[in-house]
């Protein structure tokens, strides 16, 4: 079974930077598209980011684009997510996710199978 545990969320002020990391234990998952979600409270978790399991090709949110770089390690089993330029509206727990089931990426997140407990990233203004 695989696990993803994510690491390297905290505070920071606006326009501050943060990497979160997302290693995976239990299966390999460098043949798999992965992505990175974001939940702030009262709010349905939203699409962030998501990666070819190449690592070629990438695709990001309008609101987070040009500011957040999202990459992986797959010897390391590891996905990361650069973040530039914080925001206060990024705050929220940040969760990475596995797509086991299928080739392609998806801004969709039912269709990942396999998600990490989250990271939570509060940027003050």
């Known amino acids: 079974q695989v696990q993803l545990v994510e690491s390297g969320g905290g505070l920071v002020q606006a326009g501050g930077s943060l990497r979160l990391s997302c290693a995976a234990s239990?299966?390999?998952?460098?043949?798999?598209?992965m992505g990175w979600f974001r939940q702030a409270p009262g709010k349905e978790r939203e699409f962030v980011a998501t990666i070819t399991w190449t690592g070629d090709n990438t695709y990001y949110a309008d609101s987070v684009k040009g500011r957040f770089t999202i990459a992986r390690d797959n010897a390391k089993n590891t996905l990361y997510l650069q973040m530039n330029s914080l925001k206060p509206e990024d705050t929220a727990v940040y969760y990475c996710a596995l797509d086991r089931r299928s080739l392609h990426t998806s801004m969709d997140y039912r269709t990942y199978d396999y998600w990490g407990q989250g990271t939570q990233v509060t940027v003050s203004s």
């Open positions: 239990g299966g390999t998952v460098s043949s798999y598209p």
